[in-house]
């Protein structure tokens, strides 16, 4: 499903990822964990095609397709999606247009018939209820005054609504109390699939223990220094990045 | 007065007195003694000062002098050609229509006036004039605080009072039309416009401006309105002129005892607008609400300027402007708010955001705060930027593609000003207006 091969990135003439490799396949979830600074939010933009990280070398291949050239939005039709780390908070956009207005903009590049507003609808509240997402929240102005818990659970319902074949979730952890991660997770989990492929960012092994992944890889300095099954995590907790890693975090 | 006393002037200001000197006795109610000592003095306000340049401090990011042409010709009346112009002037749904060719009273139409709406037409001003249009024209919007104010009365050519009787509610929106079509030349009009309310009547007022041809024409109107005790207006503006044309409004308003002003300016054409605004909450309870918005693309030039004087105690105003400028456009907005001595219990709140759609925009703001009372509640604030970057990443980012994004985001930021002021009819109008714009706007920007 997604194959980075030996990626750099530079931000602001700055590199941050240094020839990074890593290889997903349809049906896995992995786990990339990494100490601040170690670029996991710069691997997360430069998957979703932000302006500003620019990919010097390297390749980043999805379902085949090198995915440099598109737009985020080319990306999102293709079935790319982010949770952001931090949702963006849009007044005078109501969540429920916003939402209306995605999917049937994906729908739209993907040749497919956009679907009318009640239909839309329908299918949110049925995500929403799953994730505890209230009618009001739908109506009120994009992630304005949500807290930190309700505006991950609003990407996870993103998530939901738009299928996507690869999804990177970008700290979805951070800010979270227990009952919030364990909602998040839930609804992480009830989207694993034969072909969907998932990535998981995190820095801490906490999320781990609600969403398994597959494989867990550790990220420093921008490349990918060691990768293993779902015990690295458990160990990387135990024992810290620097020992791991063999180098301060 | 004699104006050939006066020092030498510069060729734009002497474009004015020129007119006033060759016309003078021709001008609609010369004669008439109250108007000839109102005009005299309204042409030494504007003689004073001359056409403002940015020399003057409330002009300081328009120089209207270096704008105008000096070869402006005194425009005229209604002919059968115009008609095409008038047609394209939209009525709204159920609206009694005033249609103004030029700056002259040209018909009234749509739903026809009810009784309680008494009209008076400015070019045909006599002895016989009511007592009501004596008492006010020319009270307000004509002295040396609001200079083409000034000029709009002392060359008034025609225009319309008009009264709204005491206790009318529930009347039918009235909306003003003035629409100059093409003269082939540039010309200048000279309107004047009274508006009184009087007390306890309420009444939905849209006033759009439209134009046709491309000559580098002026049109300059001064426009008081007078709200009475528990009167209610609410004023629409769609300044939409053509392409060539210096639009300048000179609006004086005054408000009585627990008044509601509340007005939503829109700016979208012309090659030059500036919206000079003065309010007086002159009594307890008075309140005035100014919304302002600007969309602006090509190379246009939109000024609003306000004064707000808070003259008794318990008074609220609040401002909230928003302007979105592309292509190699200018935004102004000035506003200063005063609370003056023994205005106690004022509360005042003014905003000013620019949204800049390309590198060649520009946008100023500039609020001003004076207060000389006690027990006051006063802010203001500016904020002036491009499209949020994180933003329009996270819509992109969810499969929305660039510009249909930056439109969401532009609308976004401008419903602020229309959201809690216009419904129906008039919201649909407003948008259609803005999205029309906005899209020229935004093309000339990428």
């Known amino acids: 499903m997604l194959e980075i091969r030996d990626l750099h990135v530079t931000v602001d003439g700055k590199e941050i990822l240094k020839g990074l490799n890593l290889s997903i396949p349809a049906g896995e979830v992995h786990a990339v964990m990494g100490p601040n600074g170690s670029g996991k939010s710069t691997l997360s933009y430069t998957l979703a095609g932000r302006e500003g990280y620019d990919i010097t070398s390297g390749s980043i291949l999805y379902k085949g397709e090198e995915l440099a050239a598109l737009t985020p939005d080319a990306r999102a039709a293709k079935g790319f999606f982010l949770a952001l780390q931090y949702p963006v908070e849009i007044p005078g956009v109501s969540t429920m247009v916003f939402l209306k207005t995605a999917l049937n903009a994906q729908r739209r590049a993907r040749g497919e018939d956009e679907v009318d507003a009640v239909k839309v609808l329908r299918l949110v509240r049925e995500k929403a209820k799953a994730l505890n997402i209230t009618e009001d929240m739908l109506r009120r102005p994009l992630n304005v005054g949500f807290s930190g818990g309700e505006k991950k659970r609003l990407e996870i319902l993103q998530m939901a609504l738009f299928e996507p074949s690869l999804a990177v979730l970008d700290e979805t952890d951070s800010g979270l109390d227990i009952d919030a991660l364990r909602l998040v997770a839930e609804g992480v989990n009830a989207m694993r699939s034969p072909a969907r492929a998932m990535l998981v960012i995190t820095h801490y092994q906490r999320l781990l223990d609600y969403i398994v992944p597959t494989r867990v890889h550790v990220l420093r300095a921008g490349q990918i220094v060691t990768s293993g099954g779902p015990e690295l995590a458990k160990e990387l907790e135990k024992k810290g990045y620097e020992t791991i890693t063999g180098a301060a975090a | 007065m004699t104006v050939e006393a006066l020092p030498r002037v510069d060729p734009k200001t002497a474009l004015f007195r020129k007119d006033f000197a060759a016309n003078a006795a021709d001008l609609p109610g010369a004669g008439l003694g109250w108007l000839d000592a109102r005009r005299g003095a309204a042409l030494e306000a ?388 803005i999205d029309t714009a906005l899209a020229s706007a935004q093309g000339g920007a990428a």
Not at chain 2, 47 to 62: C, D, F, H, Q, V
Not at chain 2, 73 to 95: K, L, M, N, Q
Not at chain 2, 154 to 171: E, K, P, T, Y
């Open chain 2, 46 to 433: 504007f003689a004073l000062s001359g056409m403002p340049t940015r020399r003057i401090e409330a002009w300081k990011y328009t120089d209207l002098a270096v704008a105008l042409e000096n070869d402006l010709e005194p425009a005229t009346p209604f002919r059968a050609e115009d008609a095409a112009a008038i047609a394209d002037s939209a009525v709204f749904a159920g609206a009694m229509q005033i249609v103004l060719v030029n700056g002259y009273l040209h018909s009234i139409g749509g739903a026809g006036l009810t009784d309680a709406i008494d009209v008076v037409d400015l070019a045909q001003l006599s002895v016989r004039t009511p007592d009501w249009v004596e008492k006010h024209l020319g009270a307000r919007a004509a002295g040396s605080d609001q200079i083409l104010g000034a000029a709009s009365l002392a060359l008034m050519r025609g225009g319309i009072a008009v009264r709204v009787r005491a206790g009318s509610v529930d009347l039918p929106p009235l909306q003003i039309s003035v629409v100059n079509p093409a003269r082939g030349h540039g010309v200048m009009s000279h309107t004047r416009v009274l508006l009184v309310i009087e007390d306890g009547a309420s009444l939905d007022l849209i006033e759009t401006h439209a134009g046709e041809g491309e000559a580098k024409g002026l049109a300059n109107l001064g426009m008081e309105i007078v709200l009475g005790e528990n009167a209610v207006l609410n004023h629409t503006r769609l300044q939409d002129e053509a392409g060539g044309t210096l639009h300048v409004a000179s609006i004086g308003a005054f408000l009585s005892r627990d008044s509601r002003y509340h007005v939503l300016l829109g700016n979208f054409g012309g090659r030059l607008s500036r919206v000079d605004m003065n309010v007086r909450l002159a009594e307890i309870g008075a309140e005035a609400h100014i919304r302002s918005i600007a969309v602006l693309d090509g190379e246009r030039h939109a000024d609003v300027t306000t004064v707000m004087d808070h003259a008794s105690p318990h008074t609220v105003s609040r401002q909230l402007f928003k302007s979105v400028v592309g292509g190699r456009s200018r935004s102004v907005s000035q506003g200063r708010v005063t609370v003056h001595k023994g205005a106690v219990r004022s509360d005042s709140h003014q905003m000013y955001k620019a949204l800049l759609l390309g590198p060649r925009a520009e946008a100023d703001a500039k609020p001003e705060l004076e207060i000389y009372a006690d027990d006051v509640v006063c802010g203001h604030g500016t904020a002036i930027g491009a499209l949020d970057d994180t933003a329009l990443f996270y819509l992109r980012a969810r499969g929305i593609p660039m510009e249909e994004a930056r439109a969401m985001l532009v609308r976004a930021f401008l419903e602020e000003v229309i959201d809690g002021f216009a419904e129906g009819d008039l919201r649909d109008a407003l948008w259609r207006r």
